[in-house]
Structure formats: structure tokens, C-alpha cells
């Protein structure tokens, strides 16, 4: 098992929601700006939200008032929570530093159903 660990992905429907989970170190958290990248079949990753250690956020125009980012510097957790989903979104999600990367983690597969 990697630094990096997501969780939560699940089929849903069309206007789902879902909640991605992942878990690292300390080490990966402090101080870092985090991120929730997704990556298409035959495509590099895309960064769709990040957060700060101050916990200012960024979010891709196509994700913008859908997905909230946050993190937990206490239990080293991130999370995306995704509302209102749409079969664009379907991807495999990963989370990682946007300034440090670290070894890809396994991704959590979601897919959105129209």
C-alpha cells in the first residue's frame, strides 16, 4: 500500500453526489497544497480542486459550485464532496500534492449513469 490512499468512489446516477476520501502521512500534509486530480481513459490527470494549508480552495471551471474540497490536518485526510454529478464526471480521481507530487496512489473509480 502507497502514501496515498482514496476511497469512496461508486456508480450513481445523474444528479448524485459522492463523497472521495483519501488518507496519507503527516508528512504529505503539512504544509502542503493538496489537491483532487481525475484522469479520463487515455489521458494525463487534471487537477479539478486544490486547497491550501489555510484552506483557500481552487476548482476547475467544470467542477466550480458542484465539488467542495477540504482537508483534515488532524487526521491527514482529504476530501471532495461531489454534488450534483454528471456522466462527465466520471473518471478515476486521485489525490496528491499540486507543488510536491508524491507516487500516484490506486485512484477510486467513480462513474456517473445518465
Known amino acids: 500500500q502507497g502514501e496515498l490512499v482514496e476511497s469512496g468512489g461508486a456508480l450513481v446516477q445523474a444528479g448524485g453526489s459522492l463523497r472521495l476520501s483519501c488518507f496519507g502521512s503527516?508528512?504529505?500534509?503539512?504544509?502542503?497544497?493538496i489537491g483532487w486530480y481525475r484522469q479520463y481513459p487515455g489521458t494525463q490527470r487534471e487537477l479539478v480542486a486544490s486547497?491550501?494549508?489555510?484552506?483557500?480552495?481552487n476548482y476547475a471551471d467544470s467542477v466550480e459550485g458542484r465539488f467542495t474540497i477540504s482537508r483534515d490536518d488532524v487526521e491527514w485526510s482529504l476530501y471532495l464532496q461531489m454534488n450534483n454529478l454528471a456522466p462527465a464526471d466520471s473518471a478515476v480521481y486521485y489525490c496528491?500534492?499540486?507543488?510536491?507530487?508524491?507516487?500516484w496512489g490506486q485512484g477510486t473509480q467513480v462513474t456517473v449513469s445518465s
Open positions: 503527516p508528512g504529505f500534509f503539512a504544509g502542503n497544497i
Open positions: 496528491n500534492s499540486v507543488i510536491d507530487p508524491r507516487p
Open positions: 486547497i491550501s494549508p489555510g484552506h483557500q480552495t
